[in-house]
């Protein structure tokens, strides 16, 4: 059952409650008998507003909870009624999303209050709870979120945010008749302007909970309602921080222990019981006299002033750094850029428009027009003073400047610049100031670095033979700035010149004396290196280690090792190999270069990550690449491992494509294991297996040496501490593959797993990788953390998206694939149940009986194939029961992450009413559905919204009959058949509704089979004579009825092996 | 060492209110600006009168201190039943003295920056001084006066002057009242503010505090657009490379009695909040980090 989870405060606090499509024997009665049952016994009955139709009753709210946040589990005790004012059509509330209710369009909008049934949360619980709202698929957990929800969740990151920056400021206030330490936000510059532009989003929704007995509907305005949670919150994260580290030392010790008689013990002063307070739980001052708590209140915010007043000033001080200009020409030897003057220019920047910057000069000149600066209780002239005044606390060369009248910069040396870029510019950042630095200066030094290259030259190995990751290398030191070596002379005249901040070459460079030393190290005598080919590797990607005190700023290799390096940059480097000679199709040229690159990794033993877009061949890409090493004399078997729901999918295209390459697929109960299987498996060429088994089976498959090993769907080990991932890590092989058709590039922490599975140890151990690329870049600090992750990865990770130039001109417009689905054991069953009842019934029946059994069990074992509640018409539960219905929802998941859309037919009404529902449940977002009994008004607007409306939904489910036909659908660009008619011209007629005039992309068409049984074998048929088929299947299934009981029996049977788990 | 004026036994209970000075030894200044502005005090170097005076203050027999423009009151209490009333009047500057000084203080930024931010700047002794403002004031540019009738600086003027100096230890700008205006009064001049920007203030005070906000009817406005939050930037995220870089940014906090230094004490919270505030970013319970 679909559930979305909201969130708003109520007096000050977080209180969730859920919306949930009421129950259907009440659907379409009045309001009043909607009121959940549960919560009508539960809480007894009153006067308040009506029960929202919606609101989850409490097991569900808590089940909510259980699946987001299983710690936070505030119970029934903290159950409360709650108004929540709504917008209201025809006497109902308006749910936030059609997946709970159809929304009525008719009638007027307003607001009114309904009462809903919400959870008052702690901090904790809050903290917890919202942390669910980070998760960019929590529709995986079977919980919507609202857009109010995810708004509080953003709110509490920005807390975190501000957190983080230190932005925070120690306050004392007086709030219901009792004084209060606590820690108060600081909201200036960009946090200012984020934090507007936060309550300028926040959903009205999240803030319309109010009392039952309020007659009002609220109108907290939103900046004042984020506020207040962000007071509530960053108060909490720092008091944390003060309970482990008290400021003022550890909290006084009570008159118990009298055990350090310190006769004359200091009595705390006002300001210790003040820092004492602010490390306590609560905060409270009490117990102090009034009047020093007040002196004590009206001190703070003498101090803290200044803040309040940059806080809100319109224009900020900002610092620029000007570098000196020198002229061309100028030589290393010469001394004059050391001694060149740098400037520290003074500048205001605007806080509304980050662009509008002037000149300090400018600013005093225009002091005495009105509103250039004009903030604070003093005037500009005092706003500017005390800038500088604080300014100058932090950075030398402000303070040496204020000798001036009216300072509008500072020159500096080569040694003050650059001082104020390491050490000055940060502390004047996170004061809150505007700093200019030039554009070579990056968080991490200069762009530009003293730094060591690698030249090997020549014949590499000193055995000779073919050259391997594990062949030791000899190679030179050279020492170079960046790209380029620079020569001994260079070196001296650098170390000559004694600044931090030089410039050669055009560029500046930052340089240390212990640089400087380990660079004449590595020219007088530390030259010579070696080491293996897997570390040059990774000293040519740029890893960031320090060799010989130095950076590495790459390697220059000729010879063997340099065309390895050179071909290791991409498919378009790597040499083409021809498709092998079984191959049945053709290869297109992208995919001959994909193969190509899986070829050469695989010769050198490294893993390799084919992430192409979905439909374009990732599977045949995969087995021609089986194929060759077999045609090659491969002996060993390859295992690939899949979801359930492929595992058909892949035996079926090795047929198809590659019939040479036995297949074992390993999969049912009645599966080989331990020694069968040890000795078995080596007569095939590939084993095929799920990850469930894989896992369940590691023991004997991790004592076979495979040829390679590949992943298929390999997000399914995205986490490292999974069983199929640590399973995946043991299994013994000199050539991985991962597959995956998700943009793995942009969830950083998955990659990590992929890449100790593909390449291990590549990126370090987990806490590295975390402290070195995840946290950096999650943060949004790390722009070139990201770069350096992307060139290390760049050479094993192929991502070809359908929408590029080279692979749109490969592509036919329309491009359609079978995909074959796994029964489940359910499915299995109840097919073999249905068949073992008809059969009978057909050998016994005559003329037209006959063919109306043969039909309706034709029907019944399509239902079947289906999803078994389709069959059983019992609105059971839906999820995993059907390989059908879960290939479905893992294709779509990738149509949807691509930003996508899609139509999906079935013939079956009843069909499309469970894909809705379950789609709708897995994903959280509306999916459409028409059939032929929505009438044509209604209708007309299902396909305006799907093909017009900008954030429509991107999932259409279609019957046949009702939207075969007409239709413009051209939005969509994949075409999914959920059940087929066995008749082209209708199948195509469907998917012409989106592969017509107006369509700009290809076309993806997806035919779903299910393998081993009447599906696959009729498809094979009709495959088998397509030339025939417009004649003898023209008209649908009918001629199925013409055959004789042994051909049927042939059709309808079961192929066993084909069944899953 | 308390000499002749050391009190009568019978009368050590002393009295509730009484100041004490917050030096239990050692001199009442130990800022410069303190030392420096009580120095006409140590004109007469140790004498009995100092120590006695210096009793009187650490005794808790002031009775009472306050502070006006150009003018202290106190009240303290020696062994006479009735405390003691004692006037003390400092030399006013002229309007023009205290135009100069503006003067001169505009010449140089440090000096409302400095002021500005809380702290007192060292050159203006010398510049006060010669603009004719005894902001540090010599013997007879002040005029005591007691009830005892005795002449100059009695020893009673003199331990309320001793817990005075003490007072601009803590706050300097007290200097500034005792020659007839106050600190905030010499800034404004300094930097001057106009009416105009006054009500222009007022005004955009007020309309930021906007009343209310109902909720909009329409559906769609009402839940809000889940794509739209997602999207909703938060700016970039890191430990600042200096801890507590904003509250040391505002200075030190006015005359703190603390046993830690102020921004010693916060430093490691400002630290140790960073690296929470960052998990709670990231949406993280706890750092699980620890290296391998």
Redesign the interface.
Same mark, same amino acid.
């Given at each position: 059952m679909a559930t979305i989870l909201h969130a708003g405060l109520y007096s000050g606090r977080l209180h969730v409650w859920a919306e949930t499509p009421p129950p259907p024997r009440e659907r379409g009665a009045g309001a009043s008998a909607l009121r959940p049952a549960a919560a009508a016994t539960a809480l007894g009955d009153d006067d308040g507003p009506p029960f929202s139709p919606f609101t989850a009753p409490y097991p569900a709210l808590a089940r909510c909870l259980e699946a987001l946040a299983p710690g936070c589990k505030p119970g029934e005790r903290r159950l409360r009624r709650l108004s929540l004012?709504?917008?209201t059509?025809a006497g109902m509330p308006?749910p936030? %999303?059609p997946v709970i209710a159809a929304?009525d369009e008719e009638g007027e909008?307003?607001?009114a209050p309904w009462t809903v049934l919400a959870l008052d949360l702690s901090i904790e619980e809050s &903290? #917890?709870l919202l942390?669910a709202?980070?998760d960019?698929r929590p529709q995986a957990r079977g919980v919507g !979120?609202?857009?109010?929800f995810?708004?509080w969740s /953003?709110a509490? +990151?920005? %807390?975190?945010?501000?957190?983080?920056?230190?932005?925070?400021?120690?306050s004392l206030v007086h709030r219901d008749s009792s004084w209060i330490a606590l820690w108060e936000p600081?909201l200036r510059g960009?946090?200012r302007r984020?934090f507007q532009?936060?309550a300028r989003? &926040?959903?009205?929704?999240?803030?319309?909970l109010a009392s039952r007995e309020a007659e009002e509907?609220?109108?907290?305005?939103?900046?004042v309602a984020l506020e207040l949670f962000l007071a509530e &919150?960053v108060d909490h !994260?720092?008091r944390?921080?003060?309970l482990?580290?008290p400021?003022?030392?550890s909290p006084r010790r009570g008159g118990r222990s009298a055990r350090t008689p310190k006769p004359k013990a200091?009595e705390?002063?006002?300001?210790?019981r003040w !820092?004492s307070a602010?490390?306590a739980p609560l905060g409270h001052m009490d117990g102090s006299e009034a009047a020093q708590l007040e002196e004590l209140a009206e001190?703070v915010k003498?101090? +803290?002033e200044?803040?309040s007043v940059f806080e809100t000033s319109p224009f900020r001080l900002g610092f620029r750094l000007e570098e000196p200009e020198i002229a061309e020409g100028l030589e290393l030897s010469d001394e004059a850029f050391a001694m060149a003057p740098w400037h520290l220019r003074y500048v205001l920047q605007s806080t509304a428009d980050s662009s509008l910057i002037v000149p300090l000069d400018t600013a005093w000149r225009d002091l005495d027009r009105?509103?250039v600066v004009?903030?604070g %209780?003093?005037? $500009?002239?005092?706003f500017l003073?005390?800038a500088?005044?604080?300014?100058?606390?932090?950075c030398e060369a402000v303070?040496q400047?204020?000798? #001036?009248? #009216?300072?509008c910069g500072s020159p500096i040396d080569a040694a003050g610049a650059h001082q104020f870029l390491t050490?000055a510019a $940060?502390?004047l950042? #996170?004061?809150?100031y505007a700093v200019f630095l030039p554009a070579w200066w990056t968080a991490e030094g200069t762009r530009t670095h003293l730094s060591v290259r690698a030249r090997v030259e020549g014949p590499s190995t000193e055995g000779g033979g073919k050259l391997t990751l594990a062949d030791v290398v000899k190679f030179e030191w050279r020492v170079a700035l960046g790209e380029q070596e620079i020569t001994l002379a260079e070196l001296h005249a650098l170390a000559r010149l004694k600044a931090p901040l030089v410039r050669v070459r055009g560029q500046w460079v930052e340089v240390n004396a212990e640089e400087l030393r380990a660079a004449a190290e590595v020219w007088s005598k530390d030259a010579e290196g070696k080491t293996t080919l897997r570390d040059l590797l990774q000293m040519a990607l740029g890893s960031n280690r320090l060799q010989k005190g130095l950076r590495v700023a790459g390697v220059d290799a000729r010879g063997e090792v340099g065309l390895f390096l050179e071909r290791l940059r991409g498919p378009e480097a790597c040499e083409l190999v021809e498709t092998p000679q079984g191959f049945q199709g053709e290869l297109r040229p992208y995919q001959l270069r994909g193969l190509s690159w899986l070829h050469f990794l695989r010769e050198w033993g490294l893993g390799a990550c084919l992430a192409d877009d979905m439909g374009l061949g990732k599977t045949i890409q995969t087995l021609a690449l089986v194929l060759r090493a077999k045609e090659n004399g491969e002996q060993r078997p390859w295992l690939l491992v899949c979801p359930t729901s492929v595992v058909e999918n892949w035996n079926h295209e090795a047929r198809r494509f590659t019939p040479q390459i036995q297949v074992l697929v390993h999969h049912g109960v009645d599966r080989r294991r331990g020694p069968s299987f040890r000795e078995g498996v080596l007569r095939y060429d590939m084993v095929v297996t799920s990850y469930a088994l894989l896992h369940r089976d590691i023991d004997f498959l991790r004592e076979v040496k495979w040829a390679g090993v590949v992943l298929d769907e390999a997000q399914n080990i995205k986490n490292p501490d999974t069983k199929q991932a640590k399973s995946a890590r043991l299994l013994k092989t000199e050539s991985r593959i991962a597959l995956t058709g998700t943009p793995v590039e942009n969830n950083v922490g998955d990659l990590w797993s992929i890449m100790e599975f593909l390449n291990p140890g590549f990126l370090g151990?987990?806490?590295?990788f /975390? +402290?070195n690329y995840y946290?950096?870049i999650?943060?949004?600090?790390g722009a070139s953390a990201l770069e350096r992750l992307k060139r290390l990865t760049g050479p094993f990770v192929l991502r070809r998206l359908k929408t590029d130039k080279a692979i749109l001109a490969e592509l036919p417009d329309k491009n359609e694939m079978k995909v074959y689905c796994t029964l489940t054991q359910e499915q299995a069953a109840l097919y073999t149940a249905v068949l073992a009842e008809a059969e009978e019934r057909i050998a016994k029946a005559e003329g037209m009986r006959r063919r109306g059994e043969i039909l309706a069990t034709l029907g019944k074992l399509k239902q079947v194939c289906n999803h078994p509640a389709h069959y059983l018409g019992d609105g059971s539960e839906l999820s995993t029961r059907s390989g059908k219905l879960t290939r479905l929802r893992e294709m779509l998941e990738e149509v949807l992450e691509l930003g996508e859309r899609a139509l999906v037919f079935t013939q079956f009404a009843r069909m499309g009413t469970l894909i809705q529902q379950h789609l709708q449940d897995a994903f959280g977002n509306e999916v459409l559905f028409l059939h032929g009994g929505v009438p044509q008004g209604a209708r007309d607007r299902i396909v305006r919204r799907f093909q017009d409306e900008v954030?429509g939904p991107s999932i259409f489910v279609l019957s046949l009959k009702a939207g075969g036909t007409g239709l413009n659908l051209t939005r969509a660009n994949h075409v999914f058949h959920f059940d087929r008619w066995w008749n082209p011209s209708v199948e195509n007629q469907a998917t012409d509704r989106a592969f017509r005039i107006g369509q700009t992309r290809d076309v993806q068409v997806h035919k779903f089979v299910c393998a081993g049984t009447l599906e696959e074998r009729i498809d094979t048929m009709i495959e088998g004579k397509k030339e025939l088929a417009e004649n003898i299947v023209g008209s649908g299934e009918g001629w199925i009825t013409e055959l004789g009981d042994q051909e049927l029996k042939e059709i309808f049977s079961l192929r066993l092996e084909a069944v899953g788990e | 060492m308390y000499g002749r004026y050391d009190f009568p036994r019978r009368k050590k209970a002393r009295p509730k209110t009484g100041l004490v000075a917050k030096t239990k030894k050692g001199p009442f200044a130990e800022q410069w600006w303190a030392a420096h502005w009580m120095s006409f005090l140590e004109e007469g170097g140790e004498s009995p009168a100092r120590a006695a005076a210096e009793a009187l203050a650490r005794g808790g027999r002031v009775l009472s201190l306050d502070v006006e423009p150009g003018r202290v009151k106190a009240q303290v209490q020696d062994e006479r039943e009735t405390p003691h009333q004692i006037s003390i009047q400092f030399s006013k500057p002229t309007a023009t003295a205290w135009r100069k000084l503006t003067t001169a203080l505009? *010449?140089?930024?440090?000096f409302?920056?400095?002021l500005?931010?809380?702290?007192m700047p060292s050159e203006i002794e010398v510049v006060s001084r010669e603009a004719g403002v005894p902001l540090f004031p010599l013997r007879d540019e002040l005029k005591a006066s007691c009830d005892c009738g005795a002449p100059g600086i009695c020893v009673h003027a003199h331990a309320a002057l001793l817990l005075l100096a003490e007072r601009i230890d803590r706050d300097p700008f007290l200097s500034f009242t005792l020659v007839g205006s106050t600190v905030q009064e010499l800034?404004?001049r300094?930097?001057?503010?106009?009416e105009?920007?006054e009500a222009?203030?007022e005004a955009a005070a007020e309309a930021a505090a906007?009343?209310?906000?109902?909720?909009? *009817?329409?559906?769609y406005?009402?839940? =809000?657009?889940?794509?739209?939050?997602?999207e909703?930037?938060?700016?970039?995220?890191?430990?600042?490379?200096?801890?507590?870089?904003?509250?040391?940014?505002? =200075?030190n906090?006015?005359?703190?009695?603390?046993?830690?230094l102020?921004l010693d004490?916060?430093t490691?919270?400002?630290?140790? *909040?960073?690296?929470?505030?960052?998990?709670?970013?990231?949406?993280?319970?706890e750092d699980e *980090? =620890?290296?391998?």
């Open positions: 004012w709504t917008a059509r308006i936030s %999303s929304i909008t307003r607001i &903290m #917890e942390y709202g980070n960019p !979120l609202g857009a109010d995810l708004f /953003k509490l +990151r920005f %807390s975190g945010a501000l957190v983080a920056r230190q932005h925070f400021l120690p600081l960009d946090d984020l532009e936060l989003s &926040m959903p009205p929704a999240a803030r319309a509907a609220p109108e907290t305005p939103p900046h &919150m !994260l720092v944390l921080a003060a482990v580290v400021p003022g030392g200091e705390p002063t006002i300001h210790d !820092l602010l490390a001190r003498v101090w +803290r200044p803040a009105r509103g004009g903030s %209780s003093l005037g $500009p002239r005092a003073l005390s500088l005044g604080h300014a100058a606390g932090l303070a400047s204020l000798d #001036e009248a #009216e300072p050490q $940060p502390a950042e #996170e004061a809150g151990t987990w806490s590295e /975390k +402290r946290v950096p999650q943060t949004g600090a954030d | 505009r *010449a140089r930024a440090v409302g920056a400095k500005l931010t809380g702290e800034l404004e300094l930097c001057g503010k106009s105009e920007e222009a203030a906007a009343p209310t906000a109902p909720l909009p *009817a329409d559906e406005a009402y839940w =809000g657009q889940v794509r739209k939050i997602r909703l930037p938060l700016g970039q995220v890191r430990k600042p490379p200096v801890a507590a870089a904003v509250a040391r940014g505002l =200075g906090f006015p005359f703190w009695r603390g046993k830690e102020f004490a916060l490691p919270v400002y630290d140790t *909040a960073s690296s929470i505030g960052l998990n709670a970013f990231l949406g993280e319970e *980090a =620890g290296d391998e």
